[in-house]
């Protein structure tokens, strides 16, 4: 399987044959900037492809021949559109997944209570949520970790165990923040594309058009055009005999 580790090995090999080589014959500098160029590729790859795993293991899916699925939000708690996603899934009794960002649950600690007496499952999504999240070193983004997870315990008094990274990134100091606090990182494997500024048909037809057994399905919770999404997503889905369930229990690592 191609991560980091086996990857750099790889890449340090192939860089000492080449030197090896220049001893004995002429090796133009092609070569090099080949290997390298090809090494930054990978590495860019195994960043932005959160299902890759190369830095990180992350659960995207679950094989499964039930035609069970899960639905996770990010980026929220947010005071106009997330309690409207939650009274849609009381209507339809069913249990989903939010990652929500610490810096967004202060004043909105309310809706936080209510997703957890809801049932529904609490995920780290880092403090910040900033656009230089990637850039920041391990013991900064652990920082981020720590604060979100502290006022998640201050609010409903359960301890963490899910992340899910900012924009899918991930990267080697990630990698030590999560080992640090002991998460289990959460992917996805249907990205619904909803905060794109795309209207409710073009997002449901995508996921629609995509949607398999298995699947752990990507919504965010500041988009308004979330609510007629789900409603009608929902409504397919069970037509089409799929079972939603919590994530936690379509990947058997349920501890409540
Ligand atoms: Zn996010």
Known sequence: MLNFKTTTIVFIILLLILIILNCFISVSFIFYVLII??????????????????????????KNNNKEIAITF???????????????LKEFNIKAAFF??????????????QIDEEGHIIGNHSYSHSCYFDF??????????????????????????????PYGVTNPALKKAVNKMKYTVIGWSLRSLDTKGKDHRKILSRVKKRLKPGD?????????????????????????NYKIVRFDKLINNVSD
Do not use: W
């Open 74 to 88: 990010d980026d929220g708690p947010v005071k106009e559109i997330t309690p409207l996603i939650l009274d849609v």
């Open 216 to 240: 752990i399905i990507l919504f965010h919770d500041i988009n308004p055009e979330i609510i007629n999404v789900l409603r009608e997503f929902i409504e397919y889905a069970l037509s089409n």
């Open 100 to 113: 929500c960002i610490g810096n967004r649950i202060i004043n909105n600690e309310s809706i936080l209570k």
């Open 37 to 62: 160029a090809l090494y930054v590729l990978l590495l860019s790859y195994g960043s932005y492809f959160i299902n890759s795993n190369f830095y990180i293991r992350t659960i995207c899916s679950k």
């Open 136 to 165: 920041f070193s391990s013991k900064k983004m652990t920082e981020e970790l720590i604060k979100t997870e502290d006022i998640i315990y201050q609010t409903i008094g359960k301890k963490v165990r899910f992340f899910r990274p």
